[in-house]
């Protein structure tokens, strides 16, 4: 069975093809901007810009045509409002132009569900950190649950705010990454860890501080210092949540999700816990950790596994209307969607 996945919440418009649990293709153009963070319009006018090509490329890389798709799946929210109806609409289009069924999945259940499609992974405990989001998320009693949180940025935007402060550019988690590299010395930052959620806001506050400190000739750190700094600071703050989750939960897997998952000292650290604690870790690769198209993919397929025949054949669209008010849902969380295809 093939199934072709559109991804759309926010700066990515991709497009993965599945054929069961292979991957066919993976394409995706990111909305990027010189300076400043997302225009939430102009993104989605970049996804309206770039779909019909990015379409055009997976299924050639896939040496398919449309007539070959058994299934379309789309993701459903939570993202940017403009941003899902750009893709909502144009993955329902396709299936009205090919009578082929349509599904709409979670973003952030993708994330975790892609774990299944790349391993043997079971139950995990999801560390799912990217731009918006930072959550750890698991399993119980038919949701996804969200054992903790951040309460006020999502770590790659807390990043990339960083990054922009000091001018080099988007996306900064990479960017911070790499100067951090060359960091010789730890600088004390705040440490925002509240029950089982973390804040970051005042972090960035700090940061700021110490950025002018070090223009100023003040301090004897360097901007290499704060970069190596705040990744341990962070790192730790978002692990120490979730080696509790772990632990409260009973689980014996973590699986990375999220774009700042592509950091190569986060992973570190989460093998160090994982090595310690006895757990076994689960890291996609970078394609497959960032936003894309075949977690969207596998998840509607997953889903659309699990239906009745007669719900089945329900799903195509059928009209041109249908394809203008197909649901979006901006604010779905994870523990709102109840989990029928485990
Ligand atoms: P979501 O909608 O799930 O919140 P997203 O749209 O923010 O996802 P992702 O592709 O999952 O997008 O993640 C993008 C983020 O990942 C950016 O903030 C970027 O700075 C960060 N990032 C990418 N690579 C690295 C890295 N090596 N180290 C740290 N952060 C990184
Ligand atoms: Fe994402």
Redesign the pocket.
């Known amino acids: 069975m093939i199934t072709l996945g559109v991804e759309t919440?926010?700066?990515?418009f991709g497009v993965g093809i599945i054929k069961d649990k292979k991957i066919l293709a993976n394409v995706k153009d990111t909305y990027t901007t010189e300076t400043g963070g997302i225009i939430p319009v102009q993104a989605a006018e970049h996804h309206k810009r770039v779909a019909e090509d990015i379409l055009k490329r997976a299924l050639d890389k896939a040496s398919i045509s449309m007539g070959d798709v058994d299934l379309i799946a789309y993701s459903r929210g939570p993202?940017l409002g403009p941003c899902l109806r750009a893709g909502s609409r144009f993955a329902a289009g396709l299936s009205f132009k090919n009578r082929i069924p349509l599904i709409g999945v979670n973003?952030?259940i993708a994330?975790l569900e892609i774990g299944s499609m790349i391993s043997d992974v079971k139950d995990p405990v999801l560390m799912y950190v990217?731009?918006?989001?930072t959550q750890v998320i698991a399993y119980e009693s038919g949701k996804y649950r969200i054992f903790g949180e951040t309460l006020d940025m999502?770590l790659?935007?807390f990043?990339?705010s960083f990054a922009r402060y000091l001018g080099i550019g988007f996306?900064?988690?990479?960017k911070?990454?790499k100067l951090a590299e060359k960091g010789k010395q730890f600088v004390k930052l705040p440490y925002v860890v509240k029950g089982m959620d973390i804040s970051l806001s005042g972090i960035l506050t700090n940061l700021k501080q110490k950025v002018e400190k070090i223009k100023s000739g003040k301090v004897d750190y360097t901007i290499n210092d704060l970069c190596y700094s705040v990744q341990e600071d962070v790192f730790s703050m978002v692990l120490e949540v979730t080696e509790r989750a772990v632990f409260h939960c009973n689980k014996k897997e973590v699986l990375i999700g999220?774009?700042?998952g592509?950091?190569?000292r986060?992973q570190e650290m989460s093998r160090k816990m994982c090595e310690e604690d006895n757990l076994k870790l689960y890291v996609p690769e970078n394609n497959l950790?960032?936003?894309n198209g075949v977690m969207i993919a596998w998840l509607g397929y997953k889903k659309f596994k699990a239906l009745r025949e007669d719900e089945k054949q329900e799903l195509t669209v059928k009209s041109k209307e249908d394809v203008m008010n197909v649901e979006v849902r901006p604010y779905e969380r994870t523990d709102m969607v109840k989990v029928y295809w485990r």
């Open positions: 919440t926010a700066h990515t993202g973003h952030c994330h990217s731009g918006a989001n999502g790659g935007n990043l990339d996306p900064g988690g990479p911070v990454a999220g774009g700042v592509c950091n190569k986060l950790l960032s936003d």
